[in-house]
């Protein structure tokens, strides 16, 4: 890996062989949990350091916010649009 420009056509075909089998076997094994737009949400949030009241920008309730958060609520199409761009990730993530 580390000759980069330098491998050989061999070299750097038992190397796409290796990636393939390394992430056939993770994907098997060890495969990511898909979180729900909720989980989404809070691990953003966490991530950057932010509390329920920083939505309120997007939410513009502090209960919404919370039963959204505690998953009494779905996020609507309109709050992803908007959290994607507060996020800067995509839409599909809310949803």
Do not use: W
Request: proline share 5%; charged share 30%.
């Amino acid at each position: 890996m580390d000759k980069g420009e330098r491998r050989t056509a061999e070299e750097d075909a038992a190397l796409e062989l290796m990636v393939r089998l390394i992430q056939n076997y993770e994907e098997e094994h060890h495969p990511l949990p898909n979180p729900s737009p909720e989980e989404m949400l809070v691990y953003l949030m966490e991530r950057r350091g932010l509390k329920q009241s920083d939505l309120l920008p997007i939410f513009k309730s502090r209960g919404y916010i919370s039963d959204v958060i505690n998953g009494k609520r779905g996020i609507s199409k309109a709050h992803a649009r908007q959290l994607a761009g507060f996020f800067k990730v995509s839409a599909a993530l809310f949803i």
